[in-house]
């Protein structure tokens, strides 16, 4: 609700600053830090934020104004223009000009566009000229605010360019001059008259000169461009609400344009790659707005220690000695006050620095789990606070292979080597060469993995970036749309790399002397900058090489040390456990060394994918009668126990839950003539007669039909000899000193007495082995909890069960009805519509299945109250699933071995979130 009341316009600035950074909700992320710099004394030019409830407001409303937002804005206005000395908008001695910026609640890179100038037209440039003593730099900024205004707010623009780009680009080839600093005073002044004359030719009304107007179109363009399908897939890819809104920050303008004393920037606190502690970042001299990221200069270090020996521009910390000095002490006092590395934004207007934004720099998870480290290391943060500054799901990205060092150092003998870029997103990798997003969408369906090569990315190129192994750029720096956007998405990314000459035409890169063509394959190592033609095979990251290969020590890689901090303290935090779903010895070794507390999912039919064993498995499936699947289960045992003795010995103290033969009979029966007359020769039986068992055993809907526990209802020798075969391979590795801990779990139990018969028959199976063995192992037998009726009814189950586990793939697709083999052609649009927020069977619907989960868990251990309680299946894997789980007071997740450092990590932070 929005009142003539409420305060819809925030300032900052000057004498009067009424936000703070607390504020993001209400000012979005630029507006509140905005006010908080100026707060704490750090030179901010002065302006307002419209809130982002006006925003909703205005979006919901048809792009009406609230009463009395406008005689707010006017208010503001004035504040704005006394804090920069009396500069009056829309004056035409003195005039004030404004720049508007969208800024959210959580940064949007490029999805939102700003205005800069706003304010000029022919009779206000007149005062501008006169202050600044520059007609050049005054036409210059008209140029760029028509410009802007043209594309942003009236929306003059075509699909593959920008009309006015093409303007100035022709102007220049007229003019015979290469940069845009080279055009003259004359050329920009008829740019402008070029520009407006295409606005009217293409919109049909004249380009507004009342800056009024002209702000008033610029504030309502970016309550509008919340709304745009960029904003919306974005937002949707990040999990990012549409309800938030956007906040308008209206701003006075300073002039990094106006001169050889003047320049422009923007640095992290930081290395965003790495994490080193360094400062680092970009600037231009005589430039405005984005020209530092959209890559048409080459952007020079802001300091000599970042200089590239190879091509030494000269630093802002040379050219403005006073300036960088100044800059350096408001990067520590920012670092200080935020407790984090941060991005900012400046300008230097006649020598005198102005901040124009800092916000947390978005950082890959190699830089996030290092500045954790180190920050905590020098003082600055606490341990809690390290473990909550790394994101669960960046954590993967340290894991990420890396180029194998002997192709590597071949593919440099080869002369393979193309040319060094920035290294801008973290990972190696290889794929096909593809020059357009839409070439990049549509390799990737086919399957093959692509490098997307692009002069520069835009908002434009996000579905092929997503669908991309790697980006290369020829142009842009670390702060440019690729690099920014890719390290969002966890992607190998080279930027800014100048050798290399793209041409979209002829779809081809020359680079080296060599032309590559779309469809050849390239090699980019984003931890480098290198790029490399052909494919260089990857291998694991330095963390498996220390940690699962052992081929390194840890004394040698720093990074695995950081990483090992950081989940050490997790683990300190952390009330949920953490197991792995693993099938092999090979599996659980892997998830152990990554911190897993025992197994919690072990699929013995996964066991049978393997050629020699899966006719056994046929056999018993086909087998006509109990002598036939004794056979073959006789053959089926002794393969089984080895693996369990495997799992067991891995494993050697922690719990291990093994569940009982669960083949979704489709999968394993023998497919096609060829296959069952081979099966039928290897079991001695009559090729005919098998085919008609395998029809006859053919399910109309094989997901709700004849498997898990239903099977060793049917066939209860099936479920004796697996029980035989785990509690054998228990006594053996016991009688080794194996610590061993069997838990044996009955699959898709709907009904209490399908678990009690189940139950019976292990019981009686074990009473046997242990005699015969002469041995006693402790071990439990319980149930996933997979079927709708099963979490219904679980006071009933636990009964006869002594632990569940949430089978959440198959209580997802029951609970919603929905089968997980063929949603995958209509759950992209329900997702898309915002049905469910997201795939159900990624991240656990918690208003839907997540009730069952806690009705479960809570009738459950209102029977039993020692009952352990856990999940597996995909979503224990998935940090958001995890803090529910943490949440409803289950014991422990389970997840693939390679998730497991994210769900230690996501545990922890799901217990500190809580406190
Ligand atoms: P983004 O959200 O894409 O970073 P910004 O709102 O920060 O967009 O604006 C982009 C750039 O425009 C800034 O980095 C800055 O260089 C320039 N800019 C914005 N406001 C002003 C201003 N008041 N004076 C000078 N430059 C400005
Ligand atoms: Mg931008
Ligand atoms: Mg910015």
Known sequence: ???????????????????????????????????????IGIPVPAGFTITTEVCNWVVGHDMAHPDGLEDQVREAITHTEKAMGGRIFGDSSNPLLLSVRSGARASMPGMMDTVLNIGLNDTTIQGLIEKSGSDRFAYDSYRRFVQMYGDVVLLVRDENHDPFEQLLEAKKEARG???????????????????????????????????????????DAVFQSWDNPRAWHYRRINSIPHDWGTAVNVQAMVFGNMGETCATGVAFTRDPSTGERRFYGEYLINAQGEDVVAGIRTPQPINISGKDPENPLSSMEEEFPQCYAELEAIYHKLEQHYKDMQDIEFTVEDNKLWMLQTRAGKRTGFAAVRIAAEMLEEGLIDEKTAVLRVDPNQLTQLLLPVFDRDAKTAAIADGRQLAKGLNAGPGAAAGTLVLSADEAVLRAEKGDKVILVRIETSPEDIQGMHVSQGILTSRG???????????GMGKSCVAGCGALDIDYGAGTVKVAGRTLKEGDSISIDGMTGEVFEGSIPVRAS??????????????????????NRILTLAKGYATLGVRTNADSPLDSTVARKFGAEGIGLC?????????????????????KDVEGRRG??????????????GIFRAMDGLPVTIRALDPPLHEFLPHGDAEITDLAGKMGVDAGELKSTVESLTESNPMLGHRGCRLGIVYPEITAMQARAILQAACVVAGEGVDVHPEIMIPLVGHVKELELQRKVVLETAEQVFEEMGRKVDYLIGTMIELPRAALTADEIAHEAEFFSFGTNDLTQTALGLSRDDAGRFLPFYVEQGIYEADPFGSLDQSGVGQLVRMGFEKGRATRSDLKVGICGEHGGDPKSVAFCHDVGLNYVSCSPYRVPVARLAAAHAALNQE
């Open 177 to 219: 001059v290469e940069l845009d600093t080279d055009l003259t005073a004359e050329d920009l002044k008829e740019l402008v008259a070029e520009f407006k004359a295409m606005v009217k030719e293409r919109t049909g009304a004249d380009f507004p000169d009342d800056p009024m107007t002209q702000l008033w179109g610029a504030i």
């Open 1 to 39: 609700m929005i009142e003539t009341s409420t305060k819809m316009a925030y300032t900052f600035g000057g004498e009067n600053t009424e936000g703070n950074a607390t504020m993001k909700n209400l000012l979005g992320g630029k507006g509140a830090n905005l006010a908080e710099m100026a707060a």
């Open 542 to 563: 330095e963390i498996v090489q220390v940690l699962i290969d052992e081929e390194m020590a840890p004394e040698e890689s720093k990074i695995f040390q950081d990483f």
């Open 603 to 623: 699929r013995t039919e996964h066991m049978f994918f393997e050629e020699a064993r899966i006719d056994a498995v046929r056999e018993m499936i086909v087998a």
């Open 632 to 645: 073959a289960l006789e053959k089926i045992l002794p393969m089984q126990q080895s693996d369990f003795e």
């Open 477 to 487: 720096g670390m702060t440019s749309h690729a690099a920014v956007v890719a390290r």
